[in-house]
């Protein structure tokens, strides 16, 4: 269970400076005389466009037709600038606005070259005397993955301007950056590679007392090393263990680190159990802010995790399923970086948030200790000797399983047989299931997670979807891959899950297997870069 902090919000803006064309007409003329074009002489205009920077607007002319009464024309002009600037992931590039001095000339546009003219397309004019267009990628663009020929987020096309009569021509160079909700903080983050994932951490994980057992001690490093070594190990992720009923002094590695982190002076009787806390809760992310998650546990909590007085055996498989549950919630959160996850009390601002929901949060982590347990967990000292049915027999929660899959259908579908109580015939996934104050009792919400993976894969949603909600938010990570809106989803979900007979099997890719982790690949993702 994770709990919430804030981030700060930033306004990105977009600049874009006007600069003006100037255009040159050159003559050529037959015979002698003043510069005059002789009445059997021919007149033709240069219809390239040469950029500059200047601050004046200037219109030029050509005679067009032949012989000395012929009509003047006055070219076409850009107004727009040559060089033009976008952040990623949006497809709106740029208004192409052009000018003329004949008001009778009907104005067209096209793109007409460049490298990566076929990755644009112009819009439908408006007006029945097209002045402008509406430039736009085809597909909106991603820094970390330029579509370019030269693969340098700088994207080169040339725009070509028709008064009927001539053409002009503008070489366009659209470049591409990075997305940022708070510059300095992102940068921050960045620099200490908060969301890059390594094999080695950057400092001890696991803080106890002089008075904790050093089996509790050597086991929680135990765990989190292997975590790091699979998962990847992500900075700035502090788990303290304290006698809850012991001195101040006995607490010293446990206070001293925690005044660090939140610039204050502790003691015990401050302490209390919460994991996963995140350091300066309710306040804004800068460049500043100790970004930390903290799991509080005491040493009492720590000898039975959940209670049940069970044996070493079982609270060692509970201890490494539980570390393993919070620290993939560290892994969540480092993908959001500066924007948080969904803590954030303006949860409508995606400026602080990238809005994960509380279904996704909780049901990807469940799902994720389960299978990176039953993968790893012989690699444990304590487990180094059992087969897999027996250390398998004990876990926290169960998400992606054929049992809480026919229990919530049989509530749903009011079937007989054994049922989740806290599901009614009328429950309805929706945006309640989406934060911790308002999600209900029933584990159909926790389902939405195995359906998604069934719909797309569980590396989608393990991986494909943190590696892309800093730039596009949680519901525009999961239209990239689903195709689908949030409303959409919600609806397609509340259909499948009261679907058939209730007695029915999950579907194939249901529940993730050895093979799913593996193809995540989590030490090699593609995360947010500057």
């Given at each position: ?74 070219l076409p002009s850009f107004e727009t600038s040559d060089n033009i600037s976008i952040v990623e992931h949006q497809s709106e590039a ?142 700035n992720y502090i788990h303290v263990i304290w006698n809850a009923g012991g001195t101040d002094a006995e607490a010293k590695p446990v ?276």
């Amino acid at each position: 269970m994770i709990q919430h902090y804030d981030a700060e919000k930033k306004s990105v803006m977009l600049k874009r400076a006007t600069l003006t064309i100037l255009l040159w007409s050159l003559y050529a003329c037959g015979g002698g005389g003043g510069g005059s074009p002789d009445s059997g002489g021919s007149a033709s205009a240069v219809t390239s466009a040469a950029s500059s920077a200047g601050s004046g607007s200037s219109s030029s002319t050509s005679s067009s037709g032949s012989g000395s009464g012929a009509a003047s024309n006055n070219l076409p002009s850009f107004e727009t600038s040559d060089n033009i600037s976008i952040v990623e992931h949006q497809s709106e590039a740029a208004t192409i606005e052009i000018d003329d001095a004949d008001a009778d000339d009907s104005l067209s546009l096209e793109i007409s070259g460049g490298e990566d003219q076929e990755l644009f397309e112009l819009g439908v004019c408006n007006a029945s005397r097209c002045a402008s267009n509406s430039l736009t990628f085809k597909l909106a663009p991603d820094f970390e993955a330029p579509s370019d020929t030269d693969q340098d987020n700088n994207y080169e096309i040339v725009i070509s301007a028709s008064d009927g009569k001539d053409t002009i021509n503008q070489e366009l160079n659209i470049s591409v950056t990075n997305y940022a909700f708070a510059v300095e903080a992102k940068e921050k983050m960045r620099s200490m590679e908060f969301n890059a994932p390594s094999l080695e951490p950057a400092e001890n994980l696991c803080i106890t007392g002089t008075d904790v057992p050093s089996s509790q001690k050597l086991f929680c490093e135990e765990v989190y090393s292997l975590l790091h070594n699979t998962l990847g190990g992500y900075p700035n992720y502090i788990h303290v263990i304290w006698n809850a009923g012991g001195t101040d002094a006995e607490a010293k590695p446990v206070l001293d680190k925690l005044n660090e982190i939140r610039n204050q002076t502790l003691s015990v009787s401050d302490l209390s159990q919460s994991c996963l806390s995140g350091h300066d809760q309710g306040e804004a992310r800068t460049a500043s802010t100790n970004f930390y998650s903290i799991c509080y546990e005491t040493m009492s909590w720590t000898a039975d995790p959940f209670g049940g007085d069970d044996t070493d055996f079982d609270e060692a498989i509970e201890l490494s399923l539980h570390y393993a549950h919070e620290y993939f919630h560290h892994y969540q959160r480092a993908h959001a970086l500066e924007r948080g996850m969904d803590y954030q009390s303006d949860r409508n601002n995606p400026s602080t948030t990238v809005q994960a929901p509380t279904w996704w949060i909780e049901g990807a982590s469940v799902a994720h200790q389960n299978i990176w347990f039953k993968r790893h967990f012989s690699r444990l000292d304590v487990f180094a000797n059992s087969t897999w049915e027996e250390a398998g027999s004990r876990g926290i929660a169960g998400v992606a399983d054929d049992g809480t899959y026919k229990e919530v259908r049989r509530a749903l579908m009011s079937a007989p047989g054994s049922k989740d109580e806290n599901c009614t015939a009328d429950w309805q996934m929706s945006e309640l299931e989406e934060t911790y104050d308002t999600w209900t009792s029933c584990q159909g919400k926790m389902l939405a997670v195995p359906y998604l993976a069934h719909i797309t894969s569980w590396k989608t949603v393990w991986v494909d979807i943190p590696m892309n909600y800093y730039d596009l938010g949680f519901w525009g990570a999961l239209k990239k891959y689903t195709g689908l809106t949030k409303e959409e989803f919600y609806s397609e979900f509340n259909e499948f899950i009261r679907a058939g007979d209730a007695e029915d099997d999950p579907p194939a890719g249901w529940a993730p297997t050895e093979a799913d982790w593996t193809s995540a690949d989590f030490l090699n993702v593609n995360y947010e870069k500057l």
